[in-house]
């Protein structure tokens, strides 16, 4: 088996009459570009389509998303996941309005060292809003890829190998294109499992598809168990307003708001075990009243089994500790992004 010439033809004409019309497609701005990719690091296609068009719309330049706040980008991107990307995302603009006129830089190699980059959203973006030859590698590419040269472990030697057929397929004049057929490729034809090879426009030069067990390519990576957390929380009141404080210094969910509460060991005595976590972590007194309910939820790294009483403040207790904190209404809600657990008890506290 060899690879002729004609590879990017192939792809290119493929993706051409197959590709999925959305909205980042229909741009060159570097900026809203990256804005996608950046969404779409572990997150569906159909998933980022609408956050993507109210980010766009509510900051359409580099300028407008860097003179804005993080609590307002936070809850915009809220529900999306995976905060650090808005995060990153908002100091890497901060960044380019100071050291670079407000415009990418003209050296991708510049632009990957900027928070959340890295090389493969260097790659897309510059190949697409600049032609610059740069083959990107995410992770339907590397199984694209890896059943094409029936590669079973994604080791430092494989890599330089698939890197070095994508510098030779990659089309010359329209680099981008080919970048995101390769993408797409993987996204909708070459799928983890039950791959439709009889739509793939590279069958011929598979060694997966020869096999009849493409789905065998690449091994697939042990799963580390996800571990779960007790939590207990209440929702402190204090007149008609209740108190919550932003995660911040955090490694999950960072800047977000949420109820005070610590993890438990297991849920024997909860009132006592609330009362305690709310006197020690913030100096709280408070009195504990009615269960709320309890809501389980998996995050990406995490699970939580949460339980929420409703608490009432006592006279003169102040929240003390490191993390800022709010009074608010019911109706300011919306004002603040959350997690999604919190949200869960928001629909709750509604039905109750």
């Known amino acids: 088996m060899y690879y002729t010439n004609n590879t990017s033809s192939l792809l290119l004409n493929w993706y051409e009459q197959s590709k999925r019309n959305l909205p980042w497609r229909n741009t060159k701005d570097p900026y809203k570009i990256w ?53 990153n995302l908002h100091k890497a603009v901060k960044i380019i309005v100071s050291n670079y006129g407000s415009s990418l830089p003209k050296n991708p190699n510049v632009f990957k060292t900027l928070p959340g980059v890295g090389e493969y959203t260097a790659a897309a973006v510059y190949s697409i809003a ?30 330089n190998r698939i890197l070095s057929k994508l510098k030779s397929w990659i089309d010359k004049n329209n680099p981008g294109d080919f970048n995101q057929a390769m993408m797409e490729l993987g996204s909708t034809v070459c799928l983890p499992k039950y791959p439709n090879c009889r739509m793939c426009p590279l069958k011929s030069i598979c060694k997966g598809f020869e096999t009849g067990r493409p789905e065998s390519y690449p091994l697939p990576n042990k799963q580390k168990p996800i571990p779960r957390y007790l939590v207990l929380t ?6 008609n307003s209740f108190l919550i404080l932003q995660r911040t210094g955090y490694r999950h969910l960072t800047n977000l708001w949420e109820f005070p509460g610590g993890k438990i060991q297991s849920n024997r005595n909860p009132k006592l075990q609330l009362t305690k976590i709310l006197t020690k972590k913030y100096n709280l007194k408070v009195s504990i009243q009615n269960k709320i309910g309890c809501v389980n939820h998996q995050y990406s790294h995490f699970g939580i089994n949460l339980t929420c009483f409703n608490c009432k403040v006592e006279d003169g207790s102040v929240p003390i500790g490191i993390q800022p904190y709010r009074w608010i209404k019911q109706h300011e809600i919306n004002k603040f992004a959350f997690p999604k657990a919190n949200h869960k008890l928001f629909d709750i506290m509604k039905d109750n």
């Not at 980022?48 to 766009?56: F, N």
């Open 130 to 159: 600049f032609s610059d030859q740069l083959p990107v590698l995410d992770g339907n590419v590397k199984r694209v890829l890896s059943r094409i040269l029936k590669i079973c472990r994604f080791t430092k030697y494989n890599k």
């Open 234 to 239: 209440g929702i402190i009141w204090k007149n």
């Open 35 to 87: 804005v996608s990719e950046i969404m779409l690091q572990q997150t569906q296609v159909n998933t980022v389509i609408p956050y993507y068009k109210k980010w766009v719309s509510a900051y359409p330049t580099i300028n407008s998303l860097a003179e804005t706040d993080s609590d307002s980008i936070l809850k915009l991107w809220e529900g999306l996941g995976y905060y650090n990307r808005c995060l």
